[in-house]
């Protein structure tokens, strides 16, 4: 479920909550949450929701939120342009599917949605989500069971199903996503989209060329703590959060 509330002046509570969105069905899972929030330049929320690991089929289908990313006005209730709105059987709310579990998502500075996503035992991805369109799972995938063996038709293209613009295998397990849009680093830095590590423990940073990924650069290979979030701050520096049993807030400073 997603809420909105409003920060106390004095900043030690939060007032007037209320939840504007909540997935259907409910599932008893502890895994694939997903639940990235990304607000768009009209004030709308992007929220990116896993396929609860047991329900993976369901991402393929419209009757459910499980496997999408769904797109809600700042106050409740589906965007009035989402592709879905006004289809029978299908949930107004629902942007794309076909996803698996989404743990990082960002704007572009073009203003357009990018996601990372897990893949199973393999095939964690980069899309940028569009309207109404179908990323795939668990029909195609670049990864395999745990322990071995095809999932879905064991293809990794399929007509009318959307290709990642990046994978990784083996996993590297992707949480947190953000774009460089300042001049803190440098021009080279400018631009690239960093996403953090959870299984190997370091920040990606993915050089962008138009709507390709076309080389990546493993940096702070020796943090040892995995990558949770990755954010720009107001004042131009990188922030990382890190999810370890003496878990780090961290401030990336350019080199000189």
């Not at 964690?124 to 799972?137: F, H, L, S, T, V």
């Not at 493993?218 to 959060?241: A, E, H, S």
Request: proline share 7%; net charge positive.
């Amino acid at each position: 479920a997603m809420a909105s509330a409003q920060l106390s002046p004095d900043a030690t509570r939060l007032n007037d909550v209320k939840v504007i969105f909540s997935q259907q069905p409910k599932v008893s899972s502890r895994s694939h949450f997903g639940c990235r929030i990304v607000q768009a330049g009209d004030g709308s929320l992007f929220l990116t929701l896993g396929d609860r690991y047991s329900r993976m089929n369901d991402a393929q289908t419209l009757d459910n939120h499980h496997g999408k990313v769904v797109r809600v006005k700042a106050t409740g209730g589906a965007h009035p342009d989402n592709p879905f709105v006004g289809r029978a059987g299908a949930l107004p709310e629902i942007w794309s599917f076909g996803h698996r579990n989404v743990q990082g998502a960002a704007l572009a500075p073009d203003g357009r949605l990018w996601t990372s996503e897990h893949g199973p035992q393999g095939g964690d991805e980069i899309n940028r989500p569009e309207a109404g369109k179908n990323y795939g799972w668990p029909v195609i995938t670049f990864g395999e069971n745990y322990g071995g063996g095809t999932i879905g038709d064991g293809i990794t293209s399929k007509p009318g199903l959307e290709q990642p613009l990046h994978q990784w295998t083996p996993s590297m397990a992707p949480s947190g996503l953000t774009f460089v849009t300042s001049d803190r680093y440098g021009p080279a830095w400018k631009g690239s989209l960093l996403a953090g590590s959870l299984k190997f423990r370091y920040l990606s940073r993915l050089v962008i060329e138009g709507d390709r990924v076309v080389r990546e650069e493993k940096l702070l290979p020796n943090l040892n703590q995995r990558v949770r979030d990755v954010r720009q701050g107001p004042d131009g520096f990188i922030y990382l959060l890190t999810d370890d049993r003496n878990g780090q807030l961290l401030r990336l400073l350019p080199g000189r």
